[in-house]
């Protein structure tokens, strides 16, 4: 069975940092392009990161850039999107994707809210 299984969300101070972590079960995560991307309450889902297959090319949303690093163990299929400096905008369900000229899987979403 495919899977992607989001987890590290909580809550945590305005300043503080967390390490989200996609695994992906039932399918080779190598072969594919990994995407975060969050929505807040009543706004659209928004891009946040990527990261290439190989791990060799990243790219971030200029709204997160400085702050948010992506990055990937393709021998234990898992994603990591490190957060730094979170800030109370940063309150959302974060998602990761797997995409692939053929396939594209979606995970539940872990819940990421700041808050003094």
């Known amino acids: 069975q495919v899977q992607l299984v989001e987890s590290g969300g909580g809550l945590v101070q305005p300043g503080g940092s967390l390490r989200l972590s996609c695994a992906a079960s039932?399918?080779?995560?190598?072969?594919?392009?990994m995407k975060w991307s969050r929505q807040a309450p009543g706004k659209e889902r928004e891009f946040v990161a990527r990261?290439?297959?190989?791990?060799?090319?990243?790219n971030s949303a200029d709204s997160v850039k400085g702050r948010f690093t992506t990055s990937r163990d393709n021998a234990k299929n898992t994603v990591y999107l490190q957060i730094n400096n979170l800030k109370a905008e940063d309150t959302a369900l974060y998602y990761c994707?797997?995409?692939?000229?053929?396939?594209?899987?979606w995970g539940q979403g872990t819940q990421v809210t700041v808050s003094s």
């Open positions: 994707n797997a995409e692939s000229g053929y396939n594209n899987y």
């Open positions: 039932g399918f080779t995560l190598r072969q594919y392009t």
């Open positions: 990261i290439a297959p190989n791990g060799g090319l990243t």
